[in-house]
């Protein structure tokens, strides 16, 4: 196995995603940084925040999307490396088993928050789905009745990356929705979002809006990695608590 592996190496030159190692696609110690237990970060999502009253929603994260970390979800997401999605999604499934006391008893419909059709043809589907599916899995090994659900589509826009705030927002504006053979099955059922990268919340927000439309009450998003705040904002604090009711 261990010829087979460095022959390969010599035919497909193999880095790791996040350091740059050679001949591991996802070192141990790039894994480590997605090792860790989710916390919350949604102080650092300006477009989170809503107007009726309700605040920002509870969102847990693994990482900072910095260094080694931001790396590796930029060649996931844009330069083809799909061997990341199994650890990623295997990530959030190990974190996603202590958040039974934030998230209630369940059951939960875990959603994915949806790419473009552009971005979908690019890599190869909506990418996000697997990381929705490893939440699913972890919440269920950590006794919350859970199960991914893909029941938004966006049906205009152009990919976020590169867009601030207000742009993400705009660009997003009505283009996320649950297309009418998903409705009935959100109807009066607790949901929990789940996304790649938590950066100003536009995208969660949108998704939230969409599902609350459908009747859906959503008690919090998962992401995989967070942007820091202005002026490099460390790490918050964990938070207690999460959906109540």
């Not at 990623?88 to 790419?115: H, I, K, M, T, W």
């Not at 976020?160 to 207000?166: D, I, M, P, Y």
């Amino acid at each position: 196995m261990t010829f087979l592996r460095e022959l390969l190496g010599l035919l497909v030159p193999v880095e790791c995603a996040g350091c740059g190692t050679d001949d591991v696609g996802w070192c141990p110690s790039c894994a480590r940084r997605l090792a860790g237990e989710l916390w919350r970060c949604e102080d650092r999502a300006p477009r989170l925040d809503r107007l009726d009253g309700h605040g920002p929603l509870p969102v847990w994260t693994l990482a900072d999307c910095t260094g080694h970390v931001r790396r590796a979800v930029v060649a996931w997401k844009d330069r083809g490396r799909l061997d990341l999605t199994r650890p990623f999604a295997a990530a959030l499934a190990g974190a996603a088993r202590g958040l039974r006391s934030d998230v209630g008893a369940g059951p939960l419909l875990v959603v994915p928050c949806p790419s473009t059709a552009a971005a979908r043809r690019r890599r190869g589907g909506n990418l996000v789905d697997a990381l929705a599916a490893g939440v699913a899995d972890g919440l269920l090994h950590g006794g919350v009745p859970a199960e991914a659900a893909p029941v938004l589509v966006r049906t205009q826009g152009h990919d976020q990356v590169g867009l601030g705030a207000r742009e993400r927002t705009r660009n997003l504006a009505g283009h996320v929705r649950v297309p009418t053979r998903h409705a009935e099955r959100l109807a009066d059922r607790n949901v929990l979002v789940v996304d790649d990268v938590l950066t100003t919340g536009a995208t969660v927000a949108a998704c939230r809006s969409a599902l609350e439309r459908a009747g859906a009450r959503v008690v919090g998003a998962v992401t995989l990695a967070s942007t820091p705040g202005p002026h490099g904002a460390p790490r918050l604090p964990p938070r207690p608590g999460g959906f109540t009711g």
